[in-house]
């Protein structure tokens, strides 16, 4: 689906499901960056902010990986590593404990958070079955669900955020810090 850039498309016309916002854009252009802002903007307001972001892991030599961090609690678990074992996507090994990281603060926010944040459902946390149903469960909330889709991943689950979705944007370099502004704009 082609989004203007500063345009949110009404998808849906469901009124017994809270919004779900699917936030896509080509890799490094700040989607976390946006979702991590808004979630700060909530949180100021006094909402109750759970789920996950998706940040590099970075040495002398570059990326060598992704941390799922707590939004709540700030832990984090590896997603994966150019080292290690598990599933491989490109020259990354999938954390499957990472994953089960992620899952369990997921489910966590989802009993008890006001707007809950997955960062992001992309090929790496698709290599886990356990990560693929938490999402699943997120297609039904009654509380406002604001998912980060990698760009050109295809999934079911994916189409099934799509089609569910209240809005998605496209995040861009010229947009990127008017997102959580937006955002936050959507779900009040």
Known sequence: MNVNALEF?????????????????EPGVGKTMAVMRVAQMFKEKGLK????V???????????GFESIDLST??????????GKGPRVGKYFVDLEGCRFAVDVLIEAIKGS?????????PMEF???????????????????????????????????TTKASFL?????????KIPDLLL????
């Open 9 to 25: 498309i009404n998808i849906s016309s469901q009124t017994n499901v809270m919004a779900i916002l699917v936030v896509t854009g």
């Open 49 to 52: 902010v759970g789920g996950i």
């Open 54 to 64: 998706s940040k590099d892991i970075t040495s002398n030599n570059g990326r060598t």
């Open 74 to 83: 700030n832990q984090k678990a590896t997603l994966a590593s150019t080292s």
């Open 114 to 122: 006001d707007v809950i944040i997955c960062d992001e459902l992309g």
């Open 127 to 161: 290599k886990s079955k356990e990560f693929v149903d938490c999402a699943k469960s997120m297609l039904d909330l009654d509380k406002p669900t604001i998912v980060v889709v990698h760009r050109k991943l295809q999934h079911p689950v994916v189409d099934q955020f």
């Open 169 to 177: 944007i496209n995040v861009d370099v010229q947009n990127r810090t």
């Open 185 to 188: 704009d959507k779900l009040q």
